[in-house]
């Protein structure tokens, strides 16, 4: 191993610890200095919404949990059939669903994951091959609104998508393509230079429950960390490089869902 690639290792390993200090003397926060944080979710921005089941009892599986636990494991191949809407907007809820609102200014929102400080700087966006009654396209779910906007239907990106994924084909040909994206100014309001271990952290929580929630209605799914950041984040419309405005926005973790062949 070089100096050069021991430094950048060194330096990884620092942020796991988390940048910054709590140490009297460090710079305040955002939220310390009294300024106003952001929404708890993005403002729609397309008047093609659709509207999500909200009753999930008759598709999910009478399964224990501890076989869920002993069931889940990253699956990467999927039946041909399409999810249903129902069983999408299940997953959806499980991975972001918001369970109750409080406060203002900022808003905060209680979900069916953890979140640092209750922030919830994650937003989920769907690249949709097959699901019942919905177009082939790009979407956006809106937990506050149990809705989701369509961004681009009818267009095919599974070409796309494989090289943003580096290739893998068998996640861009999938049912259906979770795509996290973090708002890190949600975070960084709260805990400034420690916010970006924090979003990661919140990032696997929301996976874990995707995972969860797959088994517990058939389906499959595969987190993927392997990607093209520049190429993902043009597919999904964000400004490219780095920024310091409150609502930048990248992505920052994905998951393949499908049918479990039988």
Same mark, same amino acid.
């Given at each position: 191993?070089?100096?050069?690639?021991?430094?950048?290792?060194?330096?990884?390993?620092?942020?796991?610890?988390?940048?910054?200090?709590?140490?009297?003397? !460090? /710079?305040?926060?955002?939220?310390?200095?009294?300024?106003?944080?952001? !929404?708890?979710?993005?403002?729609?921005?397309?008047?093609?919404?659709?509207?999500?089941?909200?009753?999930?009892?008759?598709?999910?599986?009478?399964?224990?949990?501890?076989?869920?636990?002993?069931?889940?494991?990253?699956?990467?191949?999927?039946?041909?059939?399409?999810?249903?809407?129902?069983?999408?907007?299940?997953?959806?809820?499980?991975?972001?669903?918001?369970?109750?609102?409080?406060? /203002?200014?900022?808003?905060?929102?209680?979900?069916?994951?953890?979140?640092?400080?209750?922030?919830?700087?994650?937003?989920?966006?769907?690249?949709?091959?097959?699901?019942?009654?919905?177009?082939?396209?790009?979407?956006?779910?809106?937990?506050?609104?149990?809705?989701?906007?369509?961004?681009?239907?009818?267009?095919?990106?599974?070409?796309?998508?494989?090289?943003?994924?580096?290739?893998?084909?068998?996640?861009? #040909? !999938?049912?259906?393509?979770?795509?996290?994206?973090?708002?890190?100014?949600?975070?960084?309001?709260?805990?400034?230079?420690? #916010?970006?271990?924090?979003?990661?952290?919140?990032?696997?929580?929301?996976?874990?429950?995707?995972?969860? !929630?797959?088994?517990?209605?058939?389906?499959?799914?595969?987190?993927?960390?392997?990607?093209?950041?520049?190429?993902?984040?043009?597919?999904?419309?964000?400004?490219?490089?780095?920024?310091?405005?409150?609502?930048?926005?990248? #992505?920052?973790?994905?998951?393949?869902?499908?049918?479990?062949?039988?």
């Amino acid at each position: 191993m070089n100096d050069s690639t021991r430094y950048k290792i060194m330096q990884n390993r620092e942020f796991l610890k988390g940048h910054g200090s709590w140490d009297v003397g !460090a /710079e305040p926060t955002d939220q310390q200095q009294k300024f106003p944080g952001t !929404a708890p979710v993005k403002t729609p921005g397309s008047s093609c919404r659709i509207s999500l089941p909200t009753d999930f009892a008759d598709i999910v599986r009478d399964i224990s949990f501890m076989k869920l636990l002993e069931n889940r494991v990253s699956r990467r191949s999927y039946d041909d059939w399409e999810l249903s809407l129902k069983e999408l907007a299940f997953l959806l809820w499980s991975t972001q669903g918001i369970r109750k609102f409080t406060g /203002e200014n900022p808003r905060i929102t209680f979900r069916t994951v953890p979140s640092a400080g209750s922030r919830h700087p994650l937003e989920t966006y769907l690249f949709i091959n097959r699901v019942e009654g919905l177009p082939a396209g790009l979407y956006h779910y809106l937990p506050d609104q149990w809705e989701l906007e369509c961004l681009d239907a009818d267009s095919d990106f599974e070409e796309e998508l494989t090289r943003a994924l580096c290739g893998q084909h068998f996640a861009a #040909a !999938a049912p259906v393509v979770f795509v996290w994206s973090a708002v890190p100014y949600r975070t960084e309001w709260r805990y400034g230079l420690k #916010a970006s271990k924090y979003i990661l952290l919140d990032a696997g929580h929301v996976c874990e429950n995707l995972y969860l !929630a797959c088994e517990a209605i058939g389906c499959g799914t595969c987190a993927i960390g392997a990607y093209d950041q520049e190429c993902l984040d043009e597919l999904l419309g964000f400004l490219p490089g780095p920024s310091a405005e409150t609502d930048y926005e990248c #992505a920052v973790y994905v998951a393949s869902v499908g049918k479990i062949k039988g």
